[in-house]
């Protein structure tokens, strides 16, 4: 060969090894590029659905919608009892008057007996001293009221209460702490309280979505979260045990990924507790 097909043959070996070299840089960084985005794909989910737990309009619009209804609803029934209550007062308050025009018709009497007034003192002394007597000795015996929480749904509880410990959530990717358990339940399923109690407030919790707190005797509080509906009670009424306050959801945002449940939790003097050790 001559030199010149020798020089050409050499500077096309060095253009494929340029192009080999080329190749496999162009390879790496595709892969680093792509690693990367990925990464960042991921953390950009992991703060969309964080953010999502902090906005309280956590479920479909047409729950939202029936919530809201059932909600002015309510406040409508609550608005026409304390107008049927105003007008059957009005007789009362009349009464009331002429009790307190006789009453004061009397004290004026018992003044005049200057001798009579420091007997009916003490009289009247010793009976208030009885009464709250009686008034302490009633509270102690509904203080003591004994309860016999029943479970709010039947079904397997597949996370369970972990204050001082530490369980897996799938939702947020991460251990974390469970102060309630979650008792697997088909999305509509009733939900029952677990005590006789007054329905303290209904609200939407960005965490754990439509929630129900019932507060009961012997500072005792149960919660019912993940909900889908709340039509059944309102605020201030008296619930039974076993009586139908909602049923089952996919509203808490923190538990989104894991199966359809209901989060119930307990407390004690505002203390969280175990429900597994009251649920009978």
């Known amino acids: ?41 991921k953390e950009q ?18 729950e939202i919608s029936q ?21 059957n007062n009005v007789k009362p308050n009349i009464e009331n008057k002429k009790t307190v025009k006789n009453t004061e018709a009397v004290s004026s009497v018992v003044n005049k007996e200057e001798s009579n007034s420091i007997e009916n003192e003490e009289v009247v002394q010793n009976n208030e001293n009885t ?4 008034n302490n000795t009633s509270t102690e015996v509904l203080q003591n009221k004994e309860l016999e929480f029943g479970v709010p749904v039947s079904g397997e509880i597949i996370k369970d209460f972990a204050k001082d410990t ?19 339940a088909d999305k509509t ?47 201030g009424e008296t619930v039974e045990k076993g009586q139908t306050i909602a049923t089952v959801g996919d509203s808490a945002s923190f538990e989104i990924l894991d199966e359809s449940h209901l989060h119930f939790e307990m407390y004690k003097d505002g203390e969280s507790v175990n429900p597994t050790i009251y649920l009978k």
């Open 1 to 41: 060969m001559s030199r010149r097909e020798l020089l050409e043959e050499k500077k096309m070996k060095n253009l494929i090894y340029v192009f080999a070299i080329a190749v496999v840089i162009s390879i790496v960084t595709f892969i680093l590029v792509f690693v990367s985005y990925n990464k960042k794909l």
């Open 45 to 62: 989910s992991r703060e969309s659905l964080l953010e999502l737990g902090k906005v309280n309009s956590i479920v479909p619009n047409n």
């Open 67 to 87: 919530t809201s209804y059932s909600e002015d609803k309510g406040k409508e029934d609550v608005q026409e009892d304390n107008t049927s209550n105003t007008s």
């Open 131 to 134: 009464i709250a007597v009686e």
């Open 166 to 184: 530490l369980v897996y959530s799938n939702t947020l990717e991460e251990w974390t702490t469970h102060t309630g358990i979650d008792i697997k």
């Open 189 to 235: 399923t009733v939900v029952l309280s677990a005590e006789e109690g007054v329905i303290e407030s209904i609200k939407n919790d960005p965490r754990y979505g439509i929630s129900i707190v019932i507060k009961h005797e012997n500072g005792f509080k149960t919660v019912y979260s993940n909900l889908l509906t709340t039509e059944f009670i309102k605020e």
